[in-house]
Protein backbone atom coordinates (compact mmCIF):
# COMPACT_ATOMS: atom_id res chain seq x y z
CA UNK A 1 0.00 0.00 0.00
CA UNK A 2 1.29 3.66 -0.73
CA UNK A 3 0.46 6.70 1.79
CA UNK A 4 -0.88 9.67 -0.09
CA UNK A 5 0.64 13.04 1.10
CA UNK A 6 -1.15 16.32 0.39
CA UNK A 7 1.05 19.67 0.91
CA UNK A 8 -1.52 22.49 0.93
CA UNK A 9 -0.99 26.15 -0.21
CA UNK A 10 -1.64 28.61 2.49
CA UNK A 11 -4.57 30.57 2.09
CA UNK A 12 -4.44 32.87 4.82
CA UNK A 13 -2.92 36.58 3.76
CA UNK A 14 0.13 37.09 4.62
CA UNK A 15 1.27 33.67 5.30
CA UNK A 16 4.20 32.62 2.87
CA UNK A 17 5.47 29.41 4.79
CA UNK A 18 4.56 25.82 3.41
CA UNK A 19 4.47 22.49 5.19
CA UNK A 20 7.19 20.69 2.81
CA UNK A 21 10.29 21.26 1.02
CA UNK A 22 12.28 19.43 -1.36
CA UNK A 23 14.51 17.71 1.18
CA UNK A 24 11.73 16.70 3.21
CA UNK A 25 9.84 15.79 -0.01
CA UNK A 26 12.68 13.08 -0.12
CA UNK A 27 12.20 12.10 3.44
CA UNK A 28 8.49 11.51 2.80
CA UNK A 29 9.15 9.25 -0.88
CA UNK A 30 12.15 7.47 0.88
CA UNK A 31 9.60 6.61 3.70
CA UNK A 32 6.72 5.07 0.70
CA UNK A 33 4.91 8.05 0.55
CA UNK A 34 3.74 9.67 -2.93
CA UNK A 35 3.62 13.20 -2.51
CA UNK A 36 1.03 15.89 -4.07
CA UNK A 37 1.88 19.80 -3.82
CA UNK A 38 -0.21 22.74 -4.43
CA UNK A 39 0.52 24.66 -7.04
CA UNK A 40 2.63 27.37 -5.76
CA UNK A 41 2.23 26.62 -2.58
CA UNK A 42 6.42 26.91 -1.82
CA UNK A 43 6.40 30.79 -3.23
CA UNK A 44 6.09 32.51 -0.71
CA UNK A 45 9.14 30.62 0.64
CA UNK A 46 11.23 30.70 -2.35
CA UNK A 47 10.52 27.25 -3.69
CA UNK A 48 9.31 26.73 -7.02
CA UNK A 49 7.07 24.27 -8.53
CA UNK A 50 9.99 22.90 -10.36
CA UNK A 51 12.12 22.12 -6.75
CA UNK A 52 9.16 19.78 -5.91
CA UNK A 53 8.80 17.68 -9.16
CA UNK A 54 12.58 17.65 -9.29
CA UNK A 55 12.67 16.56 -5.89
CA UNK A 56 9.87 13.60 -7.17
CA UNK A 57 6.98 15.73 -5.92
CA UNK A 58 3.62 15.82 -8.43
CA UNK A 59 2.21 19.43 -8.43
CA UNK A 60 -1.87 19.72 -8.28
CA UNK A 61 -4.19 22.21 -9.04
CA UNK A 62 -5.04 24.26 -5.56
CA UNK A 63 -8.65 22.78 -6.42
CA UNK A 64 -8.06 19.34 -6.81
CA UNK A 65 -10.20 17.14 -4.44
CA UNK A 66 -7.75 16.02 -1.30
CA UNK A 67 -7.36 12.19 -2.03
CA UNK A 68 -7.62 10.30 1.48
CA UNK A 69 -4.08 10.01 3.25
CA UNK A 70 -2.32 12.42 4.80
CA UNK A 71 -2.71 16.58 4.74
CA UNK A 72 0.14 18.66 5.75
CA UNK A 73 -0.81 22.47 6.74
CA UNK A 74 0.90 25.26 8.50
CA UNK A 75 -1.98 27.68 9.65
CA UNK A 76 -5.25 25.91 11.37
CA UNK A 77 -7.64 24.75 9.02
CA UNK A 78 -11.30 26.12 8.78
CA UNK A 79 -14.05 24.19 9.75
CA UNK A 80 -15.58 24.92 5.89
CA UNK A 81 -11.85 23.26 5.14
CA UNK A 82 -12.08 20.56 7.19
CA UNK A 83 -16.04 19.38 5.79
CA UNK A 84 -14.24 19.14 2.37
CA UNK A 85 -11.67 16.42 2.98
CA UNK A 86 -12.67 12.47 2.44
CA UNK A 87 -13.58 11.01 6.03
CA UNK A 88 -10.72 8.93 7.01
CA UNK A 89 -7.99 11.58 6.36
CA UNK A 90 -5.54 12.85 8.65
CA UNK A 91 -4.50 16.43 8.98
CA UNK A 92 -1.05 16.97 10.73
CA UNK A 93 0.24 20.50 11.78
CA UNK A 94 -0.79 23.40 13.82
CA UNK A 95 -5.12 23.68 14.90
CA UNK A 96 -4.88 25.63 18.09
CA UNK A 97 -7.43 23.76 19.04
CA UNK A 98 -8.83 25.61 22.04
CA UNK A 99 -9.07 28.58 19.93
CA UNK A 100 -10.95 26.72 16.68
CA UNK A 101 -13.38 24.74 18.47
CA UNK A 102 -16.07 24.67 15.93
CA UNK A 103 -12.78 23.42 13.15
CA UNK A 104 -12.57 20.65 16.35
CA UNK A 105 -15.83 19.93 15.52
CA UNK A 106 -15.80 19.52 12.04
CA UNK A 107 -13.34 17.35 12.25
CA UNK A 108 -14.97 15.25 14.63
CA UNK A 109 -18.34 15.06 12.56
CA UNK A 110 -16.22 14.63 9.32
CA UNK A 111 -14.46 11.08 10.48
CA UNK A 112 -11.25 13.29 10.12
CA UNK A 113 -7.79 12.06 12.18
CA UNK A 114 -6.48 15.53 13.63
CA UNK A 115 -2.62 15.57 14.56
CA UNK A 116 -2.20 19.73 16.50
CA UNK A 117 1.58 19.57 16.61
CA UNK A 118 1.15 22.60 18.94
CA UNK A 119 0.06 19.95 21.30
CA UNK A 120 3.05 17.69 21.20
CA UNK A 121 4.22 16.71 24.58
CA UNK A 122 7.69 18.41 25.06
CA UNK A 123 10.10 15.78 26.09
CA UNK A 124 13.04 14.77 24.08
CA UNK A 125 11.61 12.32 21.44
CA UNK A 126 9.39 15.47 20.49
CA UNK A 127 12.39 17.62 19.56
CA UNK A 128 12.87 17.18 16.13
CA UNK A 129 8.89 17.72 15.17
CA UNK A 130 8.41 20.12 17.47
CA UNK A 131 7.01 22.85 15.72
CA UNK A 132 6.44 25.26 18.47
CA UNK A 133 9.92 25.46 18.78
CA UNK A 134 11.49 25.99 15.56
CA UNK A 135 9.15 28.91 14.99
CA UNK A 136 9.28 30.59 18.08
CA UNK A 137 13.14 29.93 17.61
CA UNK A 138 13.10 32.64 14.37
CA UNK A 139 10.31 34.73 15.97
CA UNK A 140 12.64 35.47 18.93
CA UNK A 141 15.31 36.63 16.44
CA UNK A 142 12.50 38.14 13.92
CA UNK A 143 11.57 40.12 17.26
CA UNK A 144 14.45 42.08 17.83
CA UNK A 145 15.64 42.86 14.58
CA UNK A 146 11.79 45.06 14.27
CA UNK A 147 12.98 46.70 17.50
CA UNK A 148 16.17 47.35 16.30
CA UNK A 149 14.77 48.74 12.89
CA UNK A 150 11.89 51.15 14.74
CA UNK A 151 14.62 52.03 17.64
CA UNK A 152 16.46 54.74 16.06
CA UNK A 153 19.02 54.58 17.99
CA UNK A 154 22.45 52.00 18.13
CA UNK A 155 21.89 49.26 19.95
CA UNK A 156 25.40 48.41 21.50
CA UNK A 157 27.59 50.87 23.46
CA UNK A 158 30.49 52.81 21.15
CA UNK A 159 33.20 55.14 22.75
CA UNK A 160 34.50 57.68 20.25
CA UNK A 161 36.36 60.62 20.71
CA UNK A 162 33.46 62.36 20.12
CA UNK A 163 31.45 60.91 23.50
CA UNK A 164 29.75 57.48 24.51
CA UNK A 165 26.76 56.23 23.11
CA UNK A 166 24.90 54.06 26.14
CA UNK A 167 23.93 50.94 25.24
CA UNK A 168 20.23 49.87 24.60
CA UNK A 169 18.60 48.76 27.68
CA UNK A 170 16.38 45.66 26.75
CA UNK A 171 13.58 43.97 28.74
CA UNK A 172 12.39 40.88 27.98
CA UNK A 173 9.07 39.30 29.82
CA UNK A 174 8.58 35.60 29.19
CA UNK A 175 11.47 33.25 28.53
CA UNK A 176 10.27 30.15 26.60
CA UNK A 177 12.20 29.59 23.03
CA UNK A 178 11.47 32.99 21.69
CA UNK A 179 12.05 34.62 24.79
CA UNK A 180 15.43 33.05 24.96
CA UNK A 181 16.47 33.37 21.38
CA UNK A 182 14.85 37.31 21.67
CA UNK A 183 17.79 37.35 25.04
CA UNK A 184 20.90 36.12 22.47
CA UNK A 185 20.25 38.17 19.61
CA UNK A 186 20.06 41.38 21.31
CA UNK A 187 22.86 40.40 23.23
CA UNK A 188 24.94 39.87 20.34
CA UNK A 189 23.78 42.99 18.91
CA UNK A 190 25.53 44.73 22.23
CA UNK A 191 21.92 45.62 24.18
CA UNK A 192 21.87 45.36 28.01
CA UNK A 193 19.47 42.72 28.59
CA UNK A 194 17.39 41.35 31.47
CA UNK A 195 14.47 39.23 31.80
CA UNK A 196 11.67 37.50 33.28
CA UNK A 197 9.48 34.90 33.77
CA UNK A 198 7.37 32.62 35.83
CA UNK A 199 8.41 29.48 35.63
CA UNK A 200 10.95 27.73 37.72
CA UNK A 201 13.57 26.70 35.46
CA UNK A 202 13.66 30.53 33.74
CA UNK A 203 16.30 32.06 35.84
CA UNK A 204 19.33 29.80 34.83
CA UNK A 205 18.21 29.63 31.01
CA UNK A 206 18.18 33.60 30.91
CA UNK A 207 21.75 33.66 32.43
CA UNK A 208 23.07 31.06 30.05
CA UNK A 209 22.60 33.37 27.00
CA UNK A 210 23.71 36.21 28.71
CA UNK A 211 20.46 37.85 30.49
CA UNK A 212 20.23 39.12 33.59
CA UNK A 213 16.98 37.37 35.58
CA UNK A 214 14.79 39.86 37.77
CA UNK A 215 13.83 37.97 40.36
CA UNK A 216 10.06 39.32 41.63
CA UNK A 217 9.85 37.05 44.50
CA UNK A 218 6.20 35.62 43.08
CA UNK A 219 6.57 31.94 43.29
CA UNK A 220 6.69 30.09 39.99
CA UNK A 221 3.68 28.91 37.76
CA UNK A 222 3.85 25.98 35.74
CA UNK A 223 1.39 23.90 33.94
CA UNK A 224 3.82 20.79 33.34
CA UNK A 225 5.87 20.18 29.86
CA UNK A 226 7.62 23.14 30.11
CA UNK A 227 4.97 25.34 29.84
CA UNK A 228 4.05 28.63 32.19
CA UNK A 229 0.51 28.52 33.34
CA UNK A 230 -1.67 31.67 33.87
CA UNK A 231 -1.42 33.91 37.54
CA UNK A 232 -4.42 34.39 39.67
CA UNK A 233 -5.43 37.67 39.60
CA UNK A 234 -3.86 38.93 42.11
CA UNK A 235 -0.66 37.54 41.75
CA UNK A 236 -0.79 38.50 38.10
CA UNK A 237 -1.91 42.31 39.62
CA UNK A 238 1.52 42.28 42.14
CA UNK A 239 3.26 40.94 39.11
CA UNK A 240 2.41 44.05 36.75
CA UNK A 241 3.24 46.23 40.10
CA UNK A 242 6.89 45.18 40.55
CA UNK A 243 7.45 45.08 36.68
CA UNK A 244 6.47 48.69 36.36
CA UNK A 245 10.02 50.36 37.06
CA UNK A 246 11.73 48.18 34.98
CA UNK A 247 9.44 48.79 32.12
CA UNK A 248 9.70 52.94 32.30
CA UNK A 249 13.61 52.04 32.78
CA UNK A 250 14.06 49.98 29.76
CA UNK A 251 14.41 51.16 25.79
CA UNK A 252 12.91 48.20 24.43
CA UNK A 253 10.37 45.64 26.18
CA UNK A 254 9.62 42.36 23.85
CA UNK A 255 7.06 40.52 25.12
CA UNK A 256 6.92 36.93 24.52
CA UNK A 257 4.28 35.44 27.23
CA UNK A 258 1.99 32.67 26.39
CA UNK A 259 -0.14 30.02 28.43
CA UNK A 260 -1.35 26.98 26.19
CA UNK A 261 -5.34 27.41 25.72
CA UNK A 262 -5.84 30.91 27.65
CA UNK A 263 -5.86 33.99 26.06
CA UNK A 264 -2.07 35.63 26.34
CA UNK A 265 -1.29 36.99 29.63
CA UNK A 266 -1.73 40.90 30.41
CA UNK A 267 2.06 41.98 31.89
CA UNK A 268 2.16 45.67 30.67
CA UNK A 269 -1.01 48.12 31.16
CA UNK A 270 -1.29 51.18 29.15
CA UNK A 271 -0.40 53.12 32.40
CA UNK A 272 3.08 51.41 32.27
CA UNK A 273 3.74 52.48 28.80
CA UNK A 274 2.98 55.78 29.03
CA UNK A 275 5.62 55.95 32.09
CA UNK A 276 8.26 54.80 29.13
CA UNK A 277 11.07 57.59 27.89
CA UNK A 278 10.63 59.18 24.62
CA UNK A 279 11.97 56.98 21.60
CA UNK A 280 11.21 53.41 23.44
CA UNK A 281 9.82 50.67 21.63
CA UNK A 282 7.38 47.81 22.85
CA UNK A 283 6.90 44.58 20.60
CA UNK A 284 4.23 41.94 21.35
CA UNK A 285 4.45 38.42 20.17
CA UNK A 286 1.28 37.84 21.73
CA UNK A 287 -0.47 40.22 19.74
CA UNK A 288 -2.48 37.54 17.83
CA UNK A 289 -3.80 36.03 21.25
CA UNK A 290 -5.33 38.88 23.14
CA UNK A 291 -1.34 40.81 23.60
CA UNK A 292 0.75 41.09 26.63
CA UNK A 293 0.48 44.75 26.61
CA UNK A 294 -2.16 46.59 26.40
CA UNK A 295 -3.55 48.57 23.65
CA UNK A 296 -1.17 46.45 21.36
CA UNK A 297 -3.09 44.99 17.92
CA UNK A 298 -1.54 42.40 15.94
CA UNK A 299 0.05 43.66 12.52
CA UNK A 300 -0.07 47.03 13.74
CA UNK A 301 2.58 50.26 14.94
CA UNK A 302 1.17 52.59 17.30
CA UNK A 303 2.28 55.55 18.40
CA UNK A 304 1.83 55.74 22.17
CA UNK A 305 2.41 59.05 24.26
CA UNK A 306 4.40 59.29 26.91
CA UNK A 307 5.67 61.66 28.88
CA UNK A 308 7.67 64.53 26.78
CA UNK A 309 7.22 62.41 23.57
CA UNK A 310 6.27 59.17 21.94
CA UNK A 311 6.98 55.61 22.52
CA UNK A 312 6.41 52.87 19.42
CA UNK A 313 3.99 49.77 20.27
CA UNK A 314 4.05 47.16 17.87
CA UNK A 315 2.37 43.97 17.59
CA UNK A 316 3.56 41.31 15.88
CA UNK A 317 1.43 39.34 12.89
CA UNK A 318 2.47 36.71 11.23
CA UNK A 319 5.95 37.17 12.36
CA UNK A 320 7.68 33.49 11.15
CA UNK A 321 6.70 34.42 7.58
CA UNK A 322 9.37 37.55 7.93
CA UNK A 323 11.71 34.69 7.43
CA UNK A 324 9.74 32.19 5.43
CA UNK A 325 12.28 30.29 3.53
CA UNK A 326 14.18 29.22 7.38
CA UNK A 327 10.71 28.93 8.84
CA UNK A 328 9.27 26.35 6.37
CA UNK A 329 12.77 24.55 6.39
CA UNK A 330 12.45 23.66 9.86
CA UNK A 331 8.24 23.66 9.85
CA UNK A 332 8.30 20.87 6.93
CA UNK A 333 11.15 18.53 8.87
CA UNK A 334 9.25 18.51 11.65
CA UNK A 335 5.96 17.37 9.31
CA UNK A 336 8.01 15.08 7.60
CA UNK A 337 9.43 13.68 11.16
CA UNK A 338 5.98 13.55 12.55
CA UNK A 339 4.47 11.77 9.43
CA UNK A 340 7.77 9.23 9.52
CA UNK A 341 6.32 8.06 13.54
CA UNK A 342 2.99 6.89 11.80
CA UNK A 343 4.22 5.33 8.66
CA UNK A 344 5.19 1.59 8.46
CA UNK A 345 6.46 -0.34 5.43
CA UNK A 346 4.11 1.44 3.23
CA UNK A 347 0.89 2.25 5.45
CA UNK A 348 -0.53 4.39 8.14
CA UNK A 349 0.09 3.04 11.41
CA UNK A 350 -1.92 5.21 14.56
CA UNK A 351 -0.28 4.08 18.04
CA UNK A 352 -2.32 5.57 20.32
CA UNK A 353 -0.05 3.60 23.20
CA UNK A 354 2.51 6.43 21.71
CA UNK A 355 2.83 9.66 24.03
CA UNK A 356 3.47 11.52 20.96
CA UNK A 357 0.58 10.10 18.90
CA UNK A 358 -1.81 10.28 21.67
CA UNK A 359 -0.79 13.43 23.06
CA UNK A 360 -1.07 15.36 19.75
CA UNK A 361 -4.05 14.06 18.39
CA UNK A 362 -7.26 16.29 18.56
CA UNK A 363 -9.62 13.84 16.94
CA UNK A 364 -10.06 10.13 15.31
CA UNK A 365 -12.80 7.55 14.50
CA UNK A 366 -15.71 10.23 15.22
CA UNK A 367 -14.61 11.23 18.66
CA UNK A 368 -12.53 14.32 20.33
CA UNK A 369 -9.43 12.03 21.60
CA UNK A 370 -8.24 15.09 23.76
CA UNK A 371 -10.07 15.51 26.97
CA UNK A 372 -9.64 19.04 27.53
CA UNK A 373 -10.30 20.08 23.87
CA UNK A 374 -13.57 18.17 24.22
CA UNK A 375 -14.25 19.94 27.52
CA UNK A 376 -13.56 23.32 25.29
CA UNK A 377 -15.76 22.10 22.48
CA UNK A 378 -18.55 21.13 24.41
CA UNK A 379 -18.31 24.87 26.75
CA UNK A 380 -18.14 26.69 23.29
CA UNK A 381 -21.51 24.52 21.99
CA UNK A 382 -23.39 25.05 25.40
Same mark, same amino acid.
Given at each position: ??? !??????????? +???????? %????????????? +?????????????????????????? &?? /????????? !?????????????????? *??? *????????????????????????????? $?????? =?????? /????????? @????????????? =?? =????????????????????????????????????????????????????????????? *?????????????? #?????????????????? $?? $?????????????????????????????? %???????????????? +?????? @???????????? #?????????????????????????? &??????? #???? +???????? *? !???? $??? %?????? @??????
Amino acid at each position: MTI !HVRVRAERSTG +EKRVAATP %DSVKKLLAAGATV +EVESGAGAGSLIMDAAYEAAGARIVA &RD /QAVAPGILF !HVRPLTAAEIATLPPGAI *TVG *TLDPFQNAAAVAAARDGGITSFALDLLPR $ISRAQS =MDVLSS /QSLLAGYRL @VTIAADAFGRMFG =MT =MTAAGTLAPARVLVLGAGVAGLQAIATAKRLGGVVSANDVRAASADEVRSVGGTFIDLDLG *TAEAGGGYAKELAE #DRARRQQELLAPHIAASD $IV $ITTAAVPGRAAPRLVTAAMVAAMKPGSVLV %DLAAESGGNIEGSVAG +ERRAIE @VTGGVATLIGAR #DIQSDLAPDASKLYAMNCANFAALIM &REGDIVL #DFDD +ELVSGSAV *T !HDGK $IVN %DRVAAT @VEEVRA
